[in-house]
């Protein structure tokens, strides 16, 4: 299916409707197929670790010439690692506004996910982002999130389901409430972070939505509005960013709808206000300030599988056994720390998920 044919397939699947081919002109996006980017190779480390901790590990560097052989001057130096003497990066969630009238209460619940290992500290996970309607280095997200407003907000569900309807995000809150889930994420450009997560279960979504039999997958759409993504000006990828689950991945425990982290509401540069968090996925799964949850029959485009389809995959589990074509991915660099760490087959939660790629070959299906 080419590019157009397969837009039109997905929307179709959307919409409830066959779109007349002649009438494709119309639909189709205006945008003709330019090159696609790719995630860039292997990042140097300078690329991987946040620019705040770069800094801070060449101060660290230096400080430990001086220091070297000495207890004392280690703990000096790690203390700098972890934070101590950065610039000026926000160190915690800001304090937050009262409740705007009509808004959903924000009170979160511990939850059973958590995980023994140290979470990625709340500057770096708020000021490394790939964002790419906000820009295409790691620091621009954060710089240009004022653009985003999270409030007013709606979801709209769409496709094989038995109620099409727009949801406020207010309404999803009332409906779910907000839990911490602690989770590793893995982007497939081979760094990690830990994020505590606040937000709901994506099973206990789909459930209240209450698909068709037909539906097999479920397709999320960002927002697509430049004045709030200006990046969306660029040609760099074709927006609205999609992604897609099957519908038996996107029910599993482990799926989750972020709103928040470190106990928060989400900033902009995160994907503010309602995202996508697939654990045992790559990073790029994890499709941002979405707008539409469509159930379809067919598998849905995926934005990075559009773009490079021999890089990157729909599935896009995480494995250490399929190198992307530019770099290993058998290791990985967790940001804050200095040495690199094996990466675990589904991201560490292969216990969970791995019985729902039993029949599949998934060197074939990356
Ligand atoms: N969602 C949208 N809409 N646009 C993007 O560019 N980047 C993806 C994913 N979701 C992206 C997106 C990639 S490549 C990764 S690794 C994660 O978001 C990064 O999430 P974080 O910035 O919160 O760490």
Redesign the pocket.
Known sequence: MDETAEWLHFRAAIDGKIIEPTAAAAVAPSRSPTPMPK?PPEPKSSEITPPALHARRREFLRTGALYVASSAGVAVGLSQLSGLGSADPPRRPPPMAPPAPGAAAWKVERSRFQLDEPPTPYED?TT???????GLSKSA?AEQAFHLAPRPWTLRVTGLVATPRTVDIDTLIRWFGLEERVYR?R???AWS?V?PWVGFSLAALIGRLAPLSSARYVAFT?LFDPEQ?PNQNSRV?RW??V?GLRLDEATHPLAFMALG?YGAPLPG???APL??VVPWK????????IVELAFTEHEPPS??NRAAPDEYGFYANVNPKVDHPRWSQASERRIGELTRRPTLPFNGYAAEVAHLYRDMDLSRSF
């Open positions: 995630l996970v490394y982002n790939n964002y790419y309607e906000l997200p994420m982007c497939v450009e972070m994020i960002t993504l990828l609205p960013y992604e982290l540069q995160n994907g995202r996508l790559y990073g790029f799964k994890g499709i941002k300030s934005t990075w």
